[in-house]
Nanobody
Framework: QVQLEESGGGLVQAGGSLRLSCAAS????????MGWHRQAPGKQREVVAV???????HYTDSVKGRFTISRDNDRNTVYLQMNSLKPEDTAVYYCNAKAPLYGKEYDYWGQGTQVTVAS
């Protein structure tokens, strides 16, 4: 089992920055891909950024050049540095981690952290 604890959300003015953190704990052999997803009111959850254990990154187009994902494998922690925030970035941000177990890969989710960008 993997527990994910997120931190770093909050209220910020447009153009500002926030840094999200997500630490994984529990009993697991390893964590492969980690990432951030978000869900705005009335919209479906979408992938924001993901990073493999080896450091390969993928971003959704709307955040490219503004957000940076990184991870610390020793601490099983993933970060999302969000710069030049826009009101449309307002959403609940969820941390995701994938962990293999007996040949299968399982998805784990954090509880979500609110990011609100005021115009």
């Amino acid at each position: 089992q993997v527990q994910l604890e997120e931190s770093g959300g909050g209220l910020v003015q447009a153009g500002g920055s926030l840094r999200l953190s997500c630490a994984a704990s529990g009993t697991f052999f390893s964590i492969s891909t980690m990432g951030w997803h978000r869900q705005a009111p009335g919209k479906q959850r979408e992938v924001v950024a993901v990073i493999s254990r080896g450091g390969n990154m993928h971003y959704t187009d709307s955040v490219k050049g503004r957000f940076t994902i990184s991870r610390d494998n020793d601490r099983n922690t993933v970060y999302l540095q969000m710069n030049s925030l826009k009101p449309e970035d307002t959403a609940v941000y969820y941390c995701n981690a994938k962990a293999p177990l007996y040949g299968k890969e399982y998805d784990y989710w954090g509880q979500g952290t609110q990011v609100t960008v005021a115009s």
